[in-house]
């Protein structure tokens, strides 16, 4: 049925390129020689009202082209509705909110335009100083779809209050230090785990972003995963992040139970926390205190490795421009970006607005955004970690294959079914079963 709904689409958008059609959502030339683009921003209220400033900035030095921002549906889902609008002519030009994976699957279609074919894409990448950070986002057919807008580089957190009084004083960076501390810990507080998190227990494919992935791309230096429709994983380093769990759990150090904020509430000492953690904390949990009882670090890696340049998992977004829009509307979009992301105080406003950091090599040194970062502290490790964070697998079939990586190798191996070498093993032929499909 998938290959199906994706020929589909892709007769969908064929046809739709030799009618010559624009984007059915406004989109295109007026009878005065405007030419208007259709901009779908994300379904958050925030993201909008920033958007649409930035459209009224453009439109005041661009008169000839207006730039009409809405909401994406997110009935039943924002990809969903992005689908649909595709298959029924009515896609906007350009819109944001779209991840690596999802990305995949539109460009497998004909359904997104190749942006480094549109005149002033180098200009971008260099205006805005994320020469390095677009590397890892290149699709396997060497072209670019995304023109990421922030990147949440995960990090993980540690209880500092409570590492210090089982008499650990700076947070893990390997494998065997996380270890020594889980023995320290259950040694006194027989009633907590290093781990608390159920979702290491569920196959749910997203879960797989914040847990597996920021092991493994740490373990590997950021080697791929998938490629394309090939399997590229280092083994070793899968390995090397199952075992690490398996020997977390042989110290009775995992929990997989539902628990209610178990590292807000002490009985987790280390989990993942993304830079949108914090807002929430100020409400609910006053009490979380930046470098007092808790810090933030980098996945911790095998014994021997280097501990300072680290990768790990970027959960990312960015935007897209569908291959609907004439070759007016690309022209007109891309220097809507160009106008947006030629100036960092407009990734400033976007910072402040959302606390989403924005996908920059620079954005820990660059001068504009010192002063936010001087403010906002526990978001500074988050800005380091921009250059060296690694995105979503750019395949279409992406939500089965990080199934069977939950499935096959994480569930179990954290309940103790199944040892490391198999559950990869076992990982591994389900994976390759599926990129053959």
């Known amino acids: ?85 595709i298959a029924g002519k009515s896609a906007p030009t350009m819109s944001e909110n779209i991840n690596r994976g999802f990305a995949a699957q539109l460009a497998d279609s004909k359904a997104l335009v190749p942006l480094n074919e549109i005149e002033g ?6 205006n805005r100083s994320m020469t ?27 209880r500092l209050d409570i590492l210090k009084e089982v008499g650990v004083d700076k947070m893990p960076a390997t494998y065997s230090e996380v270890l020594d501390a889980a023995k320290k810990l259950k040694a006194k507080y027989p009633e907590k785990y290093v781990w608390a998190k159920p979702a290491l227990a569920d196959p749910t494919a997203h879960h797989r972003w ?47 139970k539902q628990s209610t904020d178990p590292f807000e509430n002490g009985l987790g000492i280390f989990t993942d926390l993304g830079p949108w953690t914090f807002s929430y904390w100020e409400e609910k949990f006053p009490e979380m205190k930046y470098n007092e009882n808790f810090g933030l670090s980098l996945p911790p890696v095998p014994d021997g490795a280097d501990t300072e340049n680290v990768n ?54 660059n001068e504009s955004f010192k002063a936010f970062f001087d403010k906002n502290p526990e978001l500074k490790p988050y800005a380091d970690a921009v250059p060296n964070a690694i995105p979503s697998i750019d395949n279409a079939k992406y939500n089965e294959l990080q199934t069977h990586i939950g ?27 599926e990129l053959k499909k």
């Open 1 to 85: 049925m998938k290959k199906v709904a994706s020929l589909f689409l892709t007769a969908t958008i064929a046809a739709s390129a030799l009618a010559g059609c624009s984007t059915g959502n406004g989109g295109g030339k007026s009878a005065d020689g405007k030419t208007t683009i259709e901009f779908w921003a994300a379904p958050n209220p925030t993201q909008q009202v920033y958007w649409k400033e930035m459209a009224k900035e453009f439109e005041k030095e661009n008169p000839k082209v207006n730039v009409k921002v809405s909401p994406m549906k997110e009935s039943p889902t924002s990809e969903a509705s992005i689908q649909s609008a």
């Open 121 to 126: 894409w180098d200009k971008l990448l260099k």
């Open 132 to 158: 390095d950070t677009i590397k890892t986002w290149e699709f396997s057919d060497d072209n670019q779809y995304v023109m990421p807008i922030y990147s949440n580089p995960m990090l993980f957190g540690w």
């Open 210 to 256: 914040f847990d597996f992935f920021m092991l493994y791309d740490a373990a590997s230096g950021g080697n791929n995963f998938i490629e394309g429709d090939k399997f590229v994983a280092e083994d070793e380093a899968g390995l090397n992040a199952l075992k690490f769990m398996d020997d977390l759990r042989k110290e009775d150090a995992i929990l997989t």
């Open 312 to 365: 790990t998992f970027a959960d990312t977004k960015g935007i897209v421009i569908y291959a609907s829009a004439t070759e007016e509307e690309r022209k007109a979009a891309m220097e809507f970006m160009n106008f947006v992301y030629s100036n960092p105080e407009n990734d400033l406003k976007w910072l402040e607005t959302t606390k989403l950091p924005p996908a920059r090599d620079d954005l820990s040194a």
């Open 407 to 433: 499935r096959y190798a994480v569930n179990p191996v954290v309940k103790g079914e199944v040892d490391p070498e198999k559950g990869w093993k076992e990982m591994k032929k389900a994976i390759k079963e």
